[in-house]
């Protein structure tokens, strides 16, 4: 048992050792060598509550030639007012595509493919966003800038969560989405974030996405396979880290969220379920005997994996102050406090999340039941009033 703990401190301190190399590289300034014309496509359901933010930071951007193609499902949408406004402030710049119910995929996927025909001969590159996002004003500049240097064929990033509530669950979900996105980023094991993409309109033809997203529920990994399969390179620089802020109604709303998204993985990137799975059941564990040591006597161990999680906290909040500042360490700062004691939280029920995704094949997202069957077998079980 003894080597077994040691085994899993050796791996606790080089993940907080990769936690420090990407938080000290964080903050590079960018600057495009060009400005190509851009389109960012955003599927959208109702106006909730970050719509109206992501819309102030949308059109704030420090990028000269963009454009915006909004798509929904139906015209009686609520998000569709607000995105009129928008267009009767600056005509050419907003679209509108509606795109009907889904049959048998995705909404969000029924509604990109009907938005991939908005997309017009002058539009050099192509971006797509989630509608929960705060993107930065350099935001568009960093997603394009290794396209313009020809460094990669697809660019994404990761959200950060940033909690509105002090519920233990929405700083637990935190902790766990922060254990995914502070770690340096290897180009083999890069995958497409809906919520931050980007790709010359060339690449996105070659892609096909229209026959790729046939029956598909998660549109961005569909995409990261497709896109591995046709050897293009995918970049996904430290800096891109939109905010997103959020809300959660307790442990079984993050429960659900989090096995819908190890479920996607395991159908679309089995290979990487079967490293997540491994990862984090060794995670768990480690903290699982290291806490029985402590009860038996042993607290050497536990001493040293806490001291390890406040190393780990460090990094992160010198990783918020670099992309935020002091408003960042300010919004941040219950989470951070908070960090070490919901980092073993976080690992334990990460590790229950992915095994019940091992099992899972249906899944209610966006007030819409699908059952899951294969990569481009999805099923619309069932579909709640709209409110």
């Known amino acids: 048992m003894t080597t077994w703990l040691l085994a899993w401190l050796i791996t606790q ?7 420090w190399y990407f938080a000290l590289g964080i903050g590079r300034g960018v600057a495009p060598a060009a400005t190509p014309n851009v389109v960012v496509i955003v599927a959208v359901k109702g106006d909730h509550d970050e719509f109206g933010p992501f819309l102030d930071h949308l059109f704030a951007q420090d990028y000269p030639s963009y454009r915006v193609v909004f798509t929904v ?8 007012a607000p995105i009129e406004r928008r267009r009767a402030a600056t005509p050419d710049r907003v679209d509108l595509v509606v795109a009907g119910l889904a049959s048998d995929q995705g909404q969000k996927v029924t509604n990109l493919i009907a938005a991939l025909d908005a997309i017009q001969a002058s539009d050099e590159i192509v971006v797509f966003a989630d509608s929960d996002i705060r993107p930065d004003r350099d935001w568009l500049a960093r997603l394009l800038a290794p396209l313009i240097r020809n460094e990669a064929d697809i660019v994404s990033g990761f959200s950060w969560l940033v909690a509105k509530d002090r519920a233990l669950s929405s700083f637990t979900l935190v902790s766990m989405a922060a254990t995914m996105v502070t770690v340096p980023r290897l180009p083999l094991l890069n995958a497409c974030w809906g919520g931050s993409t980007a790709l010359r309109r060339e690449r996105l033809e070659a892609l096909n996405l229209r026959e790729a997203w046939r029956g598909v529920l998660s549109d961005d990994l569909q995409m990261t396979v497709v896109a591995q399969r046709a050897g293009f390179t995918i970049a996904a620089p430290r800096e891109i880290l939109p905010r997103v802020y959020f809300t959660t109604a307790g442990f079984a709303d993050i429960a659900a969220d989090a096995v819908r998204w190890l479920m996607l993985f395991r159908v679309y990137m089995p290979a990487t379920f079967t490293l997540t799975l491994i990862g984090v059941s060794f995670a768990a564990l480690g903290w699982i005997a290291a806490v029985a040591a402590a009860l038996l006597g042993q607290t050497w161990v536990l001493g040293i994996a806490v001291a390890l999680t406040l190393a780990r906290t460090a990094a992160r909040a010198v ?10 360490l300010a919004e941040n700062r219950l989470y951070l406090l908070l960090d070490p004691i919901t980092t073993p939280i976080a690992a334990v029920l990460n590790a229950s999340y992915v095994w019940r995704a091992l099992f899972t094949r249906r899944t209610e997202w966006g007030g819409i039941t699908y059952e899951l069957n294969g990569p481009q077998q999805t099923k619309v079980l069932a579909r709640r009033p709209p409110a």
């Open 13 to 19: 301190a080089i993940a907080v050792g990769l936690i």
């Open 319 to 328: 990783m918020v102050a670099r992309l935020w500042g002091q408003a960042g």
């Open 73 to 80: 499902e139906s015209a009686a949408d609520s998000a569709i």
